[in-house]
């Protein structure tokens, strides 16, 4: 069966400072790749969207940036953190299929201070 | 832009009441839909999508593509049925859009 962890679940970083959340996916093979916020009274905002290695959607601009180094691992980073990117990250994937649903991570708690 | 509306952030029902959360899309073209739920301490999980016409938990859900609705509802809430709701169109090859988000809350 296939599993997607992601981690750390929580995080704390200082403004300015880089970051670097992980998410890998087992039991599958050429998965879609989904990095969302979920922010309070605004639903979970799709960040970027991959379909392959090296292939990455930014869905809007941003302080972010994401990478698919293997065909299982999803890397959202930033090389200097801003108060505004505090928020809840959800890792996901889903079949390349259509009409298949996106399983999700545990996500993270970033609060930047 | 793609655009996806959950007019109520919160929705509070007692048990045993009808319950209908909200939702409209607006996009160009035929997005496919889905629910979705998180319970209290769970991961975001799928409850039901419109192409497999299914009955979740008691949920459905009617897609109106002249209104671009595609409302939840259930006849009977239960209190276990208190959980955050995500409408979720799926564009462009797996490419989900999610709502706001309704929090439902059933009363005992």
């Known amino acids: 069966s296939q599993t997607i962890h992601q981690w750390p679940a929580t995080l704390v970083q200082p403004v300015g400072s880089p970051l670097s959340l992980e998410c890998t996916v087992e039991?599958?093979?050429?998965?879609?790749l989904y990095w969302y916020r979920q922010a309070a009274g605004r639903g979970l905002q799709l960040l970027f969207y991959?379909?392959?290695?090296?292939?990455i959607s930014s869905e809007v601009p941003q302080n972010l940036s994401a990478s698919r180094p293997q065909d299982r691992q999803f890397i959202l980073s930033s090389k200097k953190l801003l108060l505004s990117d505090s928020g809840f990250y959800l890792c996901?994937?889903?079949?390349?299929?259509?009409?298949?649903?996106?399983?999700f991570g545990q996500g993270t708690r970033l609060t930047v201070v | 832009a793609q655009r996806v509306t959950q007019p109520e952030k919160l929705l509070s029902v007692f048990k045993g009441a009808p319950v209908e959360l909200k939702c409209n899309y607006s996009?160009?073209?035929?997005?496919?839909l889905f629910w979705y739920v998180q319970y209290s301490r769970q991961r975001l999980q799928l409850l039901l999508r419109?192409?497999s016409r299914e009955s979740i938990k008691g949920f459905t859900a009617d897609l109106n593509k002249g209104e671009t609705s595609f409302h939840l509802k259930k006849p009977f809430a239960q209190e276990e049925d208190s959980a955050m709701y995500y409408c979720?169109?799926?564009?462009?090859?797996?490419?989900?859009?999610f709502g706001s988000g309704t929090k439902l809350n059933v009363k005992p």
């Open positions: 996901a994937w889903s079949f390349r299929d259509s009409n298949t649903e996106a399983f």
């Open positions: 039991g599958t093979s050429n998965p879609n």
């Open positions: 991959s379909v392959g290695i090296g292939q």
């Open positions: 996009y160009s073209g035929s997005p496919e």
């Open positions: 419109h192409i």
């Open positions: 979720a169109p799926s564009y462009n090859f797996n490419k989900f859009y």
